[in-house]
């Protein structure tokens, strides 16, 4: 500006401190080339409070996305396998990333894009053929596929021939045979039926469940775009695209005997859902192991001249452990996510039993604290921080945890319960404005909600929404107990409102994470 008005900044400031004229704004005051800004506390807490009161869970949305869809690849298991702690990291930062971006105006499209196809299935089905049981996988599906395909494993070494065979039947598989697809689609129908199982506790539905298989018909379409811009390069008699110019290895797109690969579906998938969805950006929540395969994927996009390749953004995420253990179903090590649900919801039940043993709904609300930390805790950090976790730390009602939340927003909501007002709306009188520090913190925080939303889309960090949960629990914990809010005073009812908008606004970010929030616990 000194430059353009040529002025000194001192003389700048001066100015713009006589015109800067607002009703949010006491008074500027310029300082040197500065300006101090003094908010009008009063103004700005009546109208934000009477904002969330009338907007309440509207609030903070925005146009900005303009219906606009954005494609969210998340959770993706493989069937006939048991879910990982990996998937549970990706489908809960999935949905919270689709309520993020629903908020701003954009249409989130949640597609499971199931491990469902590939030469495991190979595999797998001569493992059933050979060894399997009918009642046991009807009884038990999760578990006897994933041992039978374990024990393959092992037979393989003695039994080289074994691999032959299970090429064979993934053969027969993509061509369709009858018998190879029957069995296909059964080990499919039971892995999903023990998936909905997690899916139905966490309380998330999908859009689209098209998994690898669906592009098993919209491969060729992909090898002869690929063939027609000459991309496509024999390798040790195997068709890949090189890479060299990326510095990256060239991706492998179809084996000597034909068969395809998981790259490949991935073309099929995107070019898919391009063409499908028309996106803006596109989304992978896919843990940070995959960095290799998703370069592959945008540098081979890139190489067909699809500019659009730059839309894709690959959302990874860090490992997690439980007291230490990696959770790998390779390594044998096995740590079921039903088992990790299990146990927090027990210990939310001892809690429950400690604190209000009198509750009427006990199971309902240690079932949704006892889930909810878990999600919480999963969501509350860096998505790409590496982490360790261990229960007993993280179903406590206090600390920095996801039922510490929850409890903010019960202990909000008694309060609001216990002031004998005639209407059960909790206006703010304009006419007293919250003085105390305690209240003008809450007051920031619901505040910069708008832009915690926005950084959270722009970062694709859930965690910035937790956070701000965090906060406003704090905040109003220490308001809470410095502040008599039921007492006889001029400035009564404004406080009221203040607690009524901070239960709406914990609830509106629990709403987000994907967690949920009993009145009562
Ligand atoms: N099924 C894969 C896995 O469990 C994840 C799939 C991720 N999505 C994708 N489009 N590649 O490792």
Known sequence: MAKAFRKAPQAIAADLAEKIENSYIDKVEPVGPYLNIFLNKKAVSRDILREISSEKDTFGESKIGNGQNIPIDMSSPNIAKPMSMGHLRSTVIGNSLANIIK????????????????????????????????????????????????????????????????????????????????????????????????????????????????????????????????LLVEDQSAQVVRLDEYNLQPALIMKQDGATLYITRDLAAALYRKKEYDFEESLYVVGQDQIYHFNQLKAVLREMGYEWEEDIHHIIFGLISIDGAKMSTRRGKVVLLEDVLNQAVKRALVQINEKNPELANKEEVAEQVGVGAVVFHDLQHDRRNDFNFNLDEIVQFEGETGPYVQYTRARALSILNRAETESDTFETDGRYSLSD???????????????????????????????????????????????????????????????????????????ILGVEAPDEM
């Open 103 to 230: 908020k701003r105006g954009y249409q989130p499209v949640k597609i499971n894009h199931l491990g469902d196809w590939g030469t495991q299935f190979g595999r797998l089905i001569t493992a059933y053929k050979l060894w399997g049981d009918e009642d046991k996988v009807r009884a038990n599906p999760i578990k006897e596929l994933n041992e039978l395909y374990i024990y393959f494993h092992e037979k393989i070494e003695e039994n080289p021939e074994l691999e032959e065979e299970g090429r064979e039947w993934f053969r027969k598989l993509e061509a369709g045979d009858e018998e190879a697809l029957e069995l296909w689609h059964w080990f499919r129908e039971e892995s999903l039926k023990e998936f909905n199982l997690v899916y139905d506790r966490l309380g998330i539905t999908f859009d689209s469940l098209n998994g690898e298989a669906f592009y098993n018909d919209k491969m060729d379409e992909v090898v002869d775009l690929l063939k027609e811009k000459d």
């Open 437 to 511: 520090e305690y209240s003008w913190e809450i007051i920031k925080l619901l505040q910069s909600f708008d832009d915690a939303l926005k950084r959270a889309h722009r970062e694709y960090e859930p965690s910035i929404i937790a956070k701000h949960a965090l906060s406003l629990s704090q905040a109003f914990n220490r308001f809470y107990s410095n502040v008599r809010v039921l007492d006889e005073s001029p400035e009564k009812q404004s406080r009221l409102a203040l607690v009524y908008a901070v239960a709406l606004m914990l609830e509106e970010d629990l709403r």
